[in-house]
């Protein structure tokens, strides 16, 4: 099980983090600000690799701002959700996976867009389409590993 800091991201950490989760690759914004970058590398929220794809130490990457692309970790989405999206992607589901008749759709659709749920039938068939009869909202395998994160001082 990873840990990471309780520490909420700011407005600009939450903007470059929900750019970062909706890229099909995880990469933040090129425009990022430097000292954004530094704080979410110090939260380990991200993590820096040089041109050849190689994952940088966070000193390595701190050193590298300027050429290293930068990509979310599961700890950054983690960083974006509130108590609601936490408890429904880690309490409330089946052990399928599935997520309780009991969350709201905003909060489905938050999950959604941070890839952290999708839409599945009982026999494990997957659809883009929410309103395709007969799936439902499932944790997704990035969920599962969102879910497996502690935050320091959550009880």
Known sequence: ???????????KES??????SVDEHGYLPSDTAPGC??????????????TDDY?????DALREI?????RILPAGRRALLSPAQWRALTDALDSS????????APTIRCLEALRL??????????SADPACPGFYPHRAELG???????VVGDS
């Open 1 to 11: 099980m990873t840990s990471h800091s309780a520490r909420r991201p700011t407005p």
């Open 117 to 126: 749920v999708e839409y599945r039938s009982s026999e494990g068939e997957i």
């Open 15 to 20: 903007e470059a983090l929900k750019l970062a």
């Open 55 to 59: 994952r940088l130490d966070p000193e």
């Open 66 to 70: 300027g050429t290293a692309l930068f």
């Open 37 to 50: 970058i530094a704080a979410m590398l110090e939260a380990r929220w991200i993590y820096g690799q040089d």
């Open 97 to 104: 996976g599935r997520l309780s008749a009991r969350v709201t």
């Open 144 to 150: 599962d590993q969102v879910a497996d994160i502690t």
